[in-house]
């Protein structure tokens, strides 16, 4: 009932197919008008689920407190994929080249909801729909998936084949491997993240409040970014940024390759106008 019911409004929003803006990743996408399609239709590559386990289901929620159980993970995100996928509803939005990425945050204890999450990505799994590592090789496809929040770095490490990675964490990547013998990758962790305050110390962030960006935050965010770079294919990104056009463009033209937002037309108006 709410695929059937949120595949219906998408078909609202699909009267002109958005240019995609890759550099977008919806924050919070479930809190969007239509989940995944509101980012779909705004042209945007990047969705966020926040994922709870309770009696053996995985509810999308900010909180535990705010779970609707008519809110799973399946009917607002895995079947929407692989219909919009089987159908081409989107057309070269994003392809096996140019995958959307679905960020997974495990909000339950990881090693509890790792096996449940990772089953609940079948359907899009038994299709060849997601991005996989097997026996040391990877092959991209339409959706790359990457956990984030209380994913267990070990257990994502472990599996093989391979198919849900890891967000990896930006302010320590340069010092700290993934284990030992190993080093940071796309095949483990196509993403590496950090809150903002974090990333550039508590006085600038205190400063970007007000949209102010100082010499300092550029230094800082251009570092992160660049240990995250040095790794083969792993991608930046950082939440917790204020709401500050300011702030927005200096991260993207300092170099990082997601931009944290809640608003997407906003954003999408805001990269253009910058030329970034």
Same mark, same amino acid.
Not at 193 to 206: E, H, R, Y
């Given at each position: 009932?709410? +695929?059937?019911?949120?595949?219906?409004? =998408?078909?609202? *929003?699909? $009267?002109?197919?958005?240019? &995609?803006?890759? %550099? /977008?990743?919806?924050?919070?996408?479930?809190?969007?008008a239509?989940?995944?399609?509101?980012?779909?239709?705004?042209?945007?590559?990047?969705?966020?689920?926040?994922?709870?386990?309770?009696?053996?289901?995985?509810?999308?929620?900010? +909180?535990?407190?705010?779970?609707?159980? =008519?809110?799973? *993970?399946? $009917?607002?995100?895995?079947? &929407?994929?692989? %219909? /919009?996928?089987?159908?081409?509803?989107?057309?070269?939005?994003?392809?096996?080249?140019?995958?959307?990425?679905?960020?997974?945050?495990?909000?339950?204890?990881?090693?509890e909801?790792?096996?449940?999450?990772?089953?609940?990505?079948?359907?899009?799994?038994?299709?060849?729909?997601?991005?996989?590592?097997?026996?040391?090789?990877?092959?991209?496809?339409?959706?790359?998936?990457?956990?984030?929040?209380?994913?267990?770095?070990?257990?994502?490490?472990?599996?093989?084949?391979?198919?849900?990675f890891?967000?990896?964490?930006?302010?320590?990547i340069?010092?700290?491997?993934?284990?030992?013998?190993?080093?940071?990758?796309?095949?483990?962790?196509?993403?590496?993240?950090?809150?903002?305050?974090?990333?550039?110390?508590?006085?600038?962030?205190?400063?970007?409040?007000i949209?102010?960006?100082?010499?300092d935050?550029?230094?800082?965010?251009?570092?992160?970014?660049?240990?995250?770079?040095?790794?083969?294919?792993?991608?930046?990104?950082?939440?917790?940024?204020?709401?500050?056009?300011?702030?927005?463009?200096?991260?993207?033209?300092?170099?990082?390759?997601?931009?944290?937002?809640?608003?997407?037309?906003?954003?999408?108006?805001?990269?253009?106008?910058?030329?970034?």
């Amino acid at each position: 009932m709410v +695929t059937t019911l949120l595949w219906t409004l =998408s078909l609202l *929003f699909m $009267s002109t197919q958005a240019a &995609p803006i890759q %550099k /977008v990743h919806s924050h919070n996408d479930y809190l969007q008008a239509v989940p995944l399609f509101t980012a779909l239709n705004t042209g945007v590559t990047s969705v966020e689920a926040d994922l709870w386990l309770e009696d053996g289901n995985l509810f999308v929620a900010h +909180t535990e407190g705010e779970i609707d159980t =008519s809110k799973t *993970f399946d $009917s607002l995100y895995v079947q &929407p994929l692989v %219909k /919009v996928i089987d159908e081409q509803t989107f057309g070269d939005l994003f392809t096996k080249d140019n995958p959307l990425q679905l960020l997974i945050d495990f909000k339950s204890d990881g090693d509890e909801s790792f096996d449940p999450i990772v089953a609940a990505l079948e359907p899009l799994r038994s299709k060849g729909y997601l991005t996989t590592v097997k026996d040391g090789t990877y092959t991209q496809s339409f959706v790359t998936a990457v956990g984030t929040g209380n994913t267990p770095l070990p257990r994502v490490i472990a599996s093989n084949p391979r198919d849900l990675f890891f967000d990896a964490d930006i302010t320590s990547i340069a010092d700290s491997p993934p284990a030992d013998g190993l080093t940071w990758s796309k095949e483990i962790a196509p993403l590496a993240s950090a809150d903002f305050q974090a990333a550039v110390g508590f006085f600038n962030w205190l400063a970007a409040q007000i949209g102010v960006v100082t010499s300092d935050t550029n230094t800082q965010l251009k570092k992160h970014i660049g240990n995250a770079h040095k790794f083969d294919g792993v991608k930046s990104r950082f939440f917790g940024t204020p709401n500050q056009d300011s702030v927005n463009i200096a991260i993207i033209k300092d170099g990082s390759d997601w931009l944290n937002a809640d608003d997407l037309q906003h954003a999408q108006d805001l990269l253009a106008q910058n030329g970034v």
